[in-house]
């Protein structure tokens, strides 16, 4: 199971981007989808998922209010659309698929990485 994640970039405190996850040889539709960060000197946190089923979110809450999640099935592409960017939000972002949907989280799954997509809010 491969996931790319892409769309970070440079953005202003207050700013907005849009992250997108895609899939290659497999449908995001059947997978419990989370997006990742991991800011230097710092753990990596989970800060946003997707049930499969039933398309139920969990947002961290330091981005709750935020940022958004969501899934297109047709273009097998979860997208996490960030907005009143933060210093603070400065890290590399992946997603990965979890283990399992649950309302204080959902713990990623096994395998690789990948490389992420790298965010960075600064004037």
């Known amino acids: 199971v491969q996931l790319q994640a892409s769309g970070g970039g440079l953005v202003q405190p207050g700013g907005s981007l849009r992250l997108s996850c895609t899939a290659s040889?497999?449908?995001?539709?059947?997978?419990?989808i989370g997006w990742f960060r991991q800011a230097p000197g710092k753990e990596r946190e989970g800060i946003s998922c997707?049930?499969?089923?039933?398309?139920?979110?969990y947002y961290a809450d330091s981005v709750k209010g935020r940022f958004t999640i969501s899934r297109d099935a047709s273009k097998k592409t979860v997208y996490l659309e960030m907005n009143s960017l933060k210093p603070e939000d400065t890290a590399i972002y992946y997603c990965?698929?979890?283990?399992?949907?649950?309302?204080?989280?959902?713990?990623?799954?096994?395998?690789?990485w990948g490389q992420g997509t790298q965010v960075t809010v600064s004037s």
């Open positions: 990965k698929t979890a283990l399992y949907y649950s309302i204080r989280g959902c713990p990623p799954g096994f395998g690789s």
């Open positions: 040889g497999f449908s995001l539709s059947d997978y419990i």
């Open positions: 997707i049930s499969s089923k039933d398309g139920d979110t």
